[in-house]
């Protein structure tokens, strides 16, 4: 189990400011959610913490400073499902799942048979079996998406950052993946972040919310606490009726204009 922190942590992409003196702790075995509207600074919040992203700030990882590790020690610690991963359409789903075992592997060595076992294993899991020996470039898109998952779940790092994991999934997927993540967060204690603009699935999985604008945190805690009315309506600039249900989920649906 490990936890992330940001500490007044910036991205700038030339002139222009993509996350100003972001701050936020994230326990052990803690789901973290940022939302926000487009451009709001939740990809390059995950980026940054995984080295793509140029930022100032400190980002740690059990309290150390991230960057003091090595490459193939950030890699054991830290797993990133990103939206658009380069995928070689001639890799099978099987080759393409057992790279999330890449940190463990050393120089000049190939995989093991456990880490053979624990991607079959993961395969099975995540319903992705029949994908095994298909090529990459023959998979749907969302096919292919669940194949990113399942490789970040391979790499068995404590924290898992997942930027927009579900948008290309059917709705029976979205929920089949993201209860893994859940599942394997509440068994194995592990941290998650990640970013997602679908407010109703962010706030069914997710213990706290940051909304981001414009690279600025505006709002933070729980999805009851977050997913407001008129936050939702001021941030977003839609009109939405927020659902709350006796067992804690909140539910966001969008309404239609008084001319529609």
């Not at 029949?130 to 990459?136: I, Y």
Request: hydrophobic share 40%; glycine share 10%; net charge neutral.
């Amino acid at each position: 189990m490990s936890s992330l922190g940001f500490d007044q942590v910036a991205v700038r992409y030339g002139r222009r400011g993509a996350l100003h003196a972001f701050t936020a702790h994230v326990g052990p075995g803690e789901w973290l959610c940022l939302i926000g509207p487009n451009g709001a600074g939740k990809t390059s919040a995950l980026r940054a913490v995984v080295g793509l992203a140029p930022h100032t700030g400190t980002i740690t990882v059990d309290g150390s400073p991230l960057f003091q590790r090595t490459a193939r020690r950030r890699a054991a610690l830290v797993a990133f499902v990103p939206q658009s991963p380069l995928m070689p359409d001639e890799m099978t789903g099987r080759e393409y799942v057992l790279l999330g075992r890449n940190p463990y592997i050393g120089y000049f060595a190939s995989e093991t048979k456990h880490d053979r076992a624990l991607v079959h294993d993961v395969l099975g899991r995540l319903d992705l079996a029949p994908f095994a020996e298909r090529r990459l470039g023959s998979l749907s898109g969302g096919e292919r998406q669940r194949l990113v998952i399942a490789r970040a779940v391979a790499q068995e790092a404590p924290i898992l950052l997942l930027d927009e994991p579900t948008s290309a999934l059917d709705i029976g997927h979205q929920q089949q993946a993201l209860e893994l993540v859940d599942r394997l967060r509440r068994e194995q204690g592990l941290t998650v972040v990640s970013a997602m603009h679908d407010l109703t699935l962010a706030g069914l999985y997710a213990d706290r919310l940051v909304l981001l604008n414009e690279g600025y945190a505006v709002a933070g805690g729980t999805p009851a606490e977050v997913l407001r009315t008129e936050t939702l309506s001021e941030f977003y600039g839609v009109s939405v009726t927020v659902m709350h249900s006796p067992d804690g989920t909140v539910a966001v649906v969008p309404r239609r204009g008084p001319g529609a």
